[in-house]
C-alpha cells in the first residue's frame, strides 16, 4: 500500500480493494496460534478498531497505541507531526466521523497513530493500568446483574472449567477456588457465552465456541491489564493450520466486536478515574440475544 502524507495530502490513491488484498496476504502468511494471540493483544489495546482495522494498523505500525483521524486528534488539542505517514484502514459511513477521519475514494480513510501527534498532553493511552483483578471481576458481575443474571461463588469440583452457567435459574456460578485473575478470566469467558452462543449445560464448551469465549475473555483482561497465566484453546487447532481468510476475519469479527461490547458494560462498573477522558458511559446491555453481528471492516 502507498503512504499518506499528512501536510502533502496522499501520493499515492489506495482503494479498499487494496486493504482487502493487505488483509488476505497477511492473514494467509502469518495466520499461528501465535499470531492470533498478537492480533487480540493489538484489539485490547486498539479498543474500538475492527478486527480487519486491526491487522491493518498492525501491519503499517506495528506499535500503534492510539490511532484517529485528523479531527479527532484535533479535538484532542493535538496535530498530525509534518511528514508523518498516514495509517490506512477501512471505514464505513458511521465511523468517519466517529473515529476514521476524512474519507477518501470508496470507503478508505486516514489515521495516524499518538506517536505521530504533537501538542497538549495526552489522556491514558494502551490499556486500562491501575486495575486489580478484584475491580475487573466485581465490574464483570455487575454487568451479569444488569442482564439479570446472578453471579456467585461456590465449590464447583465437577466443573473442569471453573464456572458454569444456568440458564434457566439465571445465574453464573464461579467456582470459590480460583483468585483473583483467573476468576476474572472464567467469568468473561462465561458472558461472552451468554453474548454470542446459545449453549445448554448439557452441550459442553468445546470447538469453535470455546475458541471465541476464550479469545474474548483474553481481549478483555488484555485490556484491563489482569491477564492470568493461561493456556488458550489453539486456534490453529480449533480451526485448521490453513483456514480461509473469510474463516479467520469471521471469528476475529465476532470475537472483536463482542470483546468490544461487553468492556464498553463495564465501564460504568470501573472507577471513574480508569474511564478515558471524553468517553461515554454505556447503558446495560442484553446477554441474552446471540451475538451474530460481524465488524464491518471491508
Not at 502469518?30 to 489495546?45: H, K, Y
Not at 442482564?147 to 445465574?171: C, S
Not at 485448521?240 to 476475519?249: D, H, I, M, Q, Y
Amino acid at each position: 500500500m502507498g503512504s499518506s502524507h499528512g501536510g502533502a495530502g496522499n501520493r499515492f490513491r489506495v482503494t479498499v480493494d487494496d486493504l482487502r488484498r493487505a488483509v488476505d496476504a497477511e492473514v494467509r502468511r502469518n495466520w499461528s496460534d501465535r499470531q492470533w494471540m498478537r492480533w487480540l493483544d493489538a484489539a485490547a489495546v486498539l479498543h474500538g478498531q475492527s478486527f480487519r482495522n486491526v491487522v491493518l494498523i498492525k501491519l503499517q505500525m506495528p506499535d500503534a497505541v492510539w490511532v484517529d483521524g485528523r479531527p479527532g486528534w484535533q479535538r484532542q488539542g493535538r496535530h498530525i507531526a509534518r511528514g508523518a505517514s498516514g495509517i490506512r484502514i477501512a471505514a464505513s459511513a458511521r465511523d468517519v466521523d466517529r473515529a476514521a477521519g476524512p474519507v477518501q475514494g470508496h470507503a478508505v480513510a486516514t489515521v495516524w497513530d499518538i506517536s505521530q501527534t504533537e501538542g497538549s498532553p495526552p489522556p491514558p493511552i494502551g490499556t486500562v493500568a491501575g486495575l486489580r483483578p478484584e475491580d475487573v471481576y466485581a465490574a464483570l458481575a455487575r454487568v451479569a446483574l444488569d442482564a439479570g443474571y446472578r453471579v456467585n461463588r461456590r465449590p464447583l469440583p465437577d466443573e473442569p472449567n471453573g464456572a458454569m452457567t444456568d440458564r434457566r435459574r439465571r445465574r453464573v456460578i464461579v467456582s470459590d477456588n480460583l483468585d483473583g485473575a483467573v476468576a476474572a478470566m472464567r467469568l468473561a469467558h462465561e458472558l461472552a457465552h451468554l453474548r454470542m452462543h446459545k449453549l445448554s449445560h448439557d452441550s459442553g464448551c468445546h470447538g469453535l465456541a470455546r475458541l471465541e469465549a476464550e479469545s474474548v475473555a483474553y481481549t478483555m483482561l488484555a485490556r484491563f491489564g489482569v491477564l492470568p497465566a493461561h493456556q488458550m484453546a489453539s486456534a490453529a487447532g480449533t480451526i485448521g493450520r490453513n483456514p480461509s481468510v473469510r474463516l479467520v476475519e469471521t471469528l476475529g469479527g465476532r470475537v472483536v466486536a463482542a470483546a468490544g461490547r461487553l468492556i464498553g458494560a463495564m465501564d460504568r462498573h470501573l472507577p471513574t478515574a480508569q474511564v478515558r477522558p471524553g468517553k461515554a458511559r454505556t447503558a446495560p446491555m442484553c446477554l441474552d440475544a446471540e451475538d451474530r453481528e460481524l465488524d464491518r471492516g471491508l
